[in-house]
Every structure is written in structure tokens, then in C-alpha cells.
């Protein structure tokens, strides 16, 4: 479990970088919301394409119980790290 959280975290790291190289030097002087937080939508393709068909949740959890509620919990999870990443923006655009 603690490996998975590693991977996990590591993993959300990385994807802010990739925004970060996207996005270039100018949002971190000038962070905006929903560029930050369409990234956090957007990373929602690894979760429903890759990991959940590799832990035997099928496509987009098609395979659980209640595939609608894993679906909107992945999407208000990635939302949250897409306002996380907004908020971060603002923070470290205080010290540029």
C-alpha cells in the first residue's frame, strides 16, 4: 500500500512538471485556474486507461460494482489536484 501511495504521489509530481514544461515559466508568474485545472481532468485518462483495466477494473471501472460512482470519484479526485496545482501556481508566483 505504501509503495502504491509512493507511485501514486510520485507519479502527480511528475505529471506537474509535464504542465509546468507545457505551460512555460510565464504561469508560475501568472497562474490561472482553469488551464490548471483542465490538467487535473485531463490526467484522468491514466487512471481510467491504464491503471484501472491493470488492477482488473476494466475501462473506466467497468468491471465494479458501481462503475458510475468509481467514475465520478476519479473525476472529483483529479479536480482536486487540478485546484491543487492552481493553488500551488499562486503560491509559488509570490516568490517570482
Known amino acids: ?3 502504491g501511495w509512493c507511485a501514486h504521489y510520485g507519479i502527480g509530481i ?6 509546468l514544461i507545457a505551460m512555460g515559466e510565464q504561469w508560475l508568474t501568472h497562474p490561472t485556474f ?3 485545472y483542465l490538467w487535473g481532468v485531463i490526467t ?4 481510467y486507461f491504464m491503471m484501472q483495466p491493470a488492477l482488473g477494473a476494466g475501462v473506466m471501472a467497468s468491471k465494479t460494482p458501481f462503475p458510475n460512482k468509481a467514475r465520478l470519484l ?4 483529479h479536480s482536486a489536484y487540478g485546484v491543487g496545482l492552481y ?10
Do not use: E, R
Not at 476519479?74 to 479526485?77: A, E, G, K, P, T
Open 1 to 3: 500500500t505504501a509503495l
Open 14 to 19: 511528475v505529471f506537474a512538471f509535464i504542465f
Open 34 to 36: 482553469w488551464s490548471a
Open 44 to 47: 484522468i485518462i491514466a487512471p
Open 74 to 77: 476519479s473525476f472529483l479526485s
Open 87 to 96: 493553488f500551488t501556481g499562486v503560491v509559488v508566483s509570490w516568490f517570482f
